[in-house]
């Protein structure tokens, strides 16, 4: 015989147990902060569930960048409510440091980095990875050099530091225009010369001319020193006046090969030198000499009168 089971069905007198449910809310002070139960998504920011009386409820509210939360609720009258989540951010990971190595040429030079002096000739240092650093090397007679470095893992580990001589180009005028300038007993030039110096170098600059007193230009060159001088000489005071002409002159006194020639009113022609002593003296017939003058040309004198045509030696006056 084959048997049947039967379930049987509650009596119409038997109670059913009453099912209560309530309502939970979250919300995130964060905003887009996900909100998950039993590792699935619910929402983000706010959620509102409604849940049986006595159920266990486990939820986690995260986002990136902030301290995960974990809560875990049991469903009663009393843990019904909204929870307000705040999540507390994750501590900054400090970027790695990285090892630099600075080295000058010349050896003496001073190393600053971001204006504070770290040493002299090399200097060896961390730094971290993301920071601009500023390296300065700067050493007297030299042009100082600035690197602007951003640090990080392709950073080169060694820094070699090479400062050029500084070059400081100078101009030197004259006044007079024709005065002569001397360097190193060498003639630099008249009215004008230009040099280049080095920083550091020392330089004295002779001018002088005829007539005026001579002067140094003393120079010590560094970054600052001027790029431009005039130099102003005093004329000398006229200690003396010589004069190889015993009568007044007529016309213009003329000059050739280190000669001055000149005639008088009486028809004497005379001949000096740059001294003012006289070298010769000739009378000649053309007298109450009124606008003649003698007239230089190679190794003779040539001077015409009313009375004759003379032509004598420039050096001798025969």
Same mark, same amino acid.
Not at 49 to 61: A, D, P, S, V
Not at 104 to 120: D, F, R
Not at 234 to 245: D, G, H, R
């Given at each position: 015989?084959?048997?049947?089971?039967?379930?049987?069905?509650?009596?119409?007198?038997?109670?059913?147990?009453?099912?209560?449910?309530?309502?939970?809310?979250?919300?995130?002070?964060?905003?887009?902060?996900?909100?998950?139960?039993?590792?699935?998504?619910?929402?983000?920011?706010?959620?509102?569930?409604?849940?049986?009386?006595?159920?266990?409820? @486990? =939820?986690?509210?995260?986002?990136?960048?902030?301290?995960?939360?974990?809560?875990?609720?049991?469903?009663?009258?009393?843990?019904?409510?909204?929870?307000?989540?705040?999540?507390? @951010?994750?501590?900054?990971?400090?970027?790695?440091?990285?090892?630099?190595?600075?080295?000058?040429?010349?050896? *003496?030079?001073?190393?600053?980095?971001?204006?504070?002096?770290?040493?002299?000739?090399? $200097?060896?240092?961390?730094?971290?990875?993301?920071?601009?650093?500023?390296?300065?090397?700067?050493?007297?007679?030299?042009?100082?050099?600035?690197?602007?470095?951003?640090?990080?893992?392709?950073?080169?580990?060694? $820094?070699?530091?090479?400062?050029?001589?500084?070059?400081? *180009?100078?101009?030197?005028?004259?006044?007079?225009?024709? /005065?002569?300038?001397? =360097?190193?007993?060498? @003639?630099?030039?008249?009215? @004008?010369?230009? $040099?280049?110096?080095?920083?550091?170098?020392?330089? /004295?600059?002779?001018?002088?001319?005829?007539? $005026?007193?001579?002067?140094?230009?003393?120079?010590?060159?560094?970054?600052?020193?001027?790029?431009?001088?005039?130099?102003?000489?005093?004329?000398?005071?006229?200690?003396?006046?010589? *004069?190889?002409?015993?009568?007044?002159?007529?016309?213009?006194?003329?000059?050739?090969?280190?000669?001055?020639?000149?005639?008088?009113?009486?028809?004497?022609?005379?001949?000096?030198?740059?001294?003012?002593?006289?070298?010769?003296?000739?009378?000649?017939?053309?007298?109450?000499? /009124?606008?003649?003058?003698?007239?230089?040309?190679?190794?003779?004198?040539? =001077?015409?009168?009313?009375?004759?045509?003379?032509?004598?030696?420039?050096?001798?006056?025969?």
């Amino acid at each position: 015989m084959k048997m049947i089971a039967i379930t049987a069905l509650p009596s119409e007198t038997e109670e059913v147990p009453a099912v209560i449910l309530h309502k939970v809310s979250i919300s995130s002070l964060i905003d887009g902060a996900s909100i998950k139960k039993d590792g699935r998504l619910l929402a983000s920011t706010n959620y509102s569930g409604i849940y049986e009386e006595g159920e266990i409820l @486990k =939820f986690n509210i995260s986002k990136d960048g902030y301290v995960p939360y974990e809560m875990k609720i049991k469903v009663t009258k009393n843990t019904a409510r909204l929870y307000k989540v705040k999540l507390n @951010k994750l501590p900054e990971e400090e970027n790695p440091e990285k090892e630099l190595s600075f080295k000058t040429v010349p050896e *003496s030079a001073s190393i600053y980095i971001n204006g504070e002096l770290k040493g002299t000739g090399s $200097f060896t240092g961390m730094f971290k990875e993301g920071s601009d650093i500023s390296v300065k090397a700067v050493n007297e007679g030299f042009e100082e050099k600035v690197l602007e470095i951003t640090v990080d893992e392709n950073t080169e580990d060694i $820094f070699d530091i090479i400062l050029m001589k500084g070059i400081k *180009s100078i101009v030197v005028k004259t006044e007079p225009k024709d /005065a002569v300038i001397t =360097f190193q007993s060498k @003639k630099a030039g008249v009215g @004008k010369a230009s $040099f280049d110096f080095e920083y550091g170098e020392t330089a /004295a600059l002779s001018i002088s001319r005829n007539g $005026f007193e001579d002067r140094i230009l003393r120079l010590k060159v560094d970054k600052d020193t001027k790029t431009s001088y005039t130099v102003n000489l005093k004329a000398k005071p006229v200690e003396l006046v010589l *004069s190889p002409f015993t009568k007044e002159v007529i016309k213009e006194i003329t000059y050739q090969n280190g000669r001055f020639f000149a005639s008088d009113k009486a028809g004497n022609l005379y001949s000096a030198n740059l001294k003012g002593k006289s070298s010769w003296k000739f009378a000649s017939g053309n007298t109450q000499n /009124a606008n003649s003058a003698p007239v230089p040309a190679g190794k003779y004198v040539y =001077f015409s009168g009313a009375k004759e045509l003379l032509v004598l030696e420039s050096a001798s006056g025969n």
